[in-house]
């Protein structure tokens, strides 16, 4: 799960982490008050999206005018100005894709004068099975193109859990980052309040991009990005609270709902599926068919009929879906039950694409019976393989 630059930036605050002051505005008039909380006499109105690039995006309507989501104003009237132009605006930038993100909420918070600006990174390296910081004096920047263009410029140091933080973690970052003198133990600091941080919340990832240093020759966190794990969110109310739901896919907002782990995929064909790794399978084989899914489903071992039912309405509504694949194992999932689920759908929802069914072992000649009493166009199938080339058949061939 995702959160907002101001959320981050609490989190900061309440690990003692240095960031500039901000305040978050929902709307013009709160956005005008944060300038009695904040020094000036510069200010920077940053629209709050889950998405980065903002200062070099734009926005969609010509109302919002030719600036990008992160704007300098020098007073009340120019705060509420940007606050203006960029509330219920849609922003584009690198990382929302063309069609962009509303902003719903902006961020009020001082300008600070920036000396350097620097590129710093927590994240779960597999690889290492560690928490490791990537660091780069290329800051401010696609980190991406930096790692393509110029890799030595950046560095990574992965944190033993057994021995945990030590200042030589930090030190080492602070002289890639060409840091000098008080700045030093100031990142020694700032690495191991960060590293208590990603552990105490469970965070999966953490962007500072900018860490900048201040012409007064502080570090402070301009920009903040925190990703949790969400398995692990249950142990975090603080942090469940700080959801958005406006900004996550409506589809994956309803099937979370339901407790289906569903992800949206860019393919035309939609899975249901029971088991992860089944799901994983059966993706496999309808791109060795030659299609793509659209849509990663495991609706679980135990699912009630209400949740299958759920399952299915969320594939049917997701317009790029040009055929469906159902392929179910029954071990402790009952083949009854899908089919019971997949007919209340199709109940509600017309099914206008072709529907191809795979069902294998508990009660599964009750649950072909359903399927074929219910009156639906069904295309059986007996096995995987044969399942992937019926659909992947009939995609190619309505299309
Ligand atoms: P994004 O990464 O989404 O574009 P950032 O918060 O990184 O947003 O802001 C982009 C750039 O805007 C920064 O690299 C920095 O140069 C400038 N900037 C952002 N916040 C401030 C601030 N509070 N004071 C001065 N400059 C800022
Ligand atoms: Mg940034």
């Known amino acids: 799960m995702n959160i907002h630059e101001h959320q981050a930036k609490e989190l900061l605050e309440q690990f003692g982490i240095p960031a500039p002051k901000g305040f978050v505005a929902f709307n013009v008039k709160e956005a005008g008050e944060a300038v009695q909380r904040l020094p ?37 009237e120019e705060i509420e100005q940007a606050a203006e132009q960029m ?25 600070v004068e920036i000396d350097r600006e620097l590129y710093l990174s927590a994240l779960v390296d597999r690889a290492t099975s560690r928490i490791a910081f990537i660091a780069s004096s290329a800051g401010g920047m696609d980190i991406e193109q930096v790692a393509h263009d110029t890799p030595e410029k950046i560095i990574s140091v992965s944190i033993d859990p057994a021995s945990g933080y030590q200042a030589f973690h930090g030190r080492r970052i602070a002289f890639a980052l060409g840091l000098e003198g008080k700045q030093v133990g100031q990142c020694v600091k700032l690495i191991g309040d960060l590293y208590k941080l990603v552990l105490d919340k469970d965070m999966s990832m953490l962007e500072i991009n900018p860490l900048i240093v201040t012409k007064g020759g502080e570090l402070s966190c301009l920009d903040a990005k925190f990703s949790f794990d969400s398995n692990a969110l249950y142990r975090h109310p603080d942090v469940m609270e700080m959801r958005d739901l406006t900004e996550e896919d409506p589809a994956e907002v309803e099937a979370s709902k339901y407790d289906l782990s569903y992800v949206k995929l860019d393919g035309s064909i939609g899975c249901m599926v029971n088991g992860a790794g089944l ?45 469906i694949l159902v392929n179910i194992f029954g071990g402790i999932m009952r083949c009854d039950i899908i089919a019971e689920g997949v007919v209340a759908a199709a109940r509600e929802m017309e099914i206008t694409v072709p529907l191809v069914v795979r069902l294998e072992g508990t009660n599964v000649e009750l649950g072909k019976k359903i399927l074929a009493e219910s009156g639906l166009k069904i295309t ?6 044969d399942a992937a080339e019926k659909i992947t058949a009939a995609v190619k061939e309505a299309a």
Do not use: W
């Open 40 to 76: 000036g006499p510069v200010y920077v109105i940053k629209a709050q999206i889950h998405a980065g690039g903002r200062g070099k995006g734009r926005f969609k309507e010509a109302s919002a005018g030719e600036k990008g989501g992160v704007r300098i104003a020098k007073s009340r």
């Open 87 to 111: 509330l219920g605006a849609t922003l584009v930038t690198e990382q929302t894709g063309a069609d962009g993100r509303v902003v719903n909420r902006v961020y009020v918070t001082e300008g």
């Open 279 to 323: 799901a994983m399978a059966t993706m496999d084989i309808i791109k060795l068919c030659g299609e793509e899914p659209a849509n990663f489903l495991d609706v679980g071992g135990g699912a009630s009929k209400e949740k299958v039912q759920a399952a299915f309405k969320i594939i049917l509504s997701d317009p790029s879906v040009k055929g």
């Open 380 to 385: 059986p199938a007996d096995n995987l393989g």
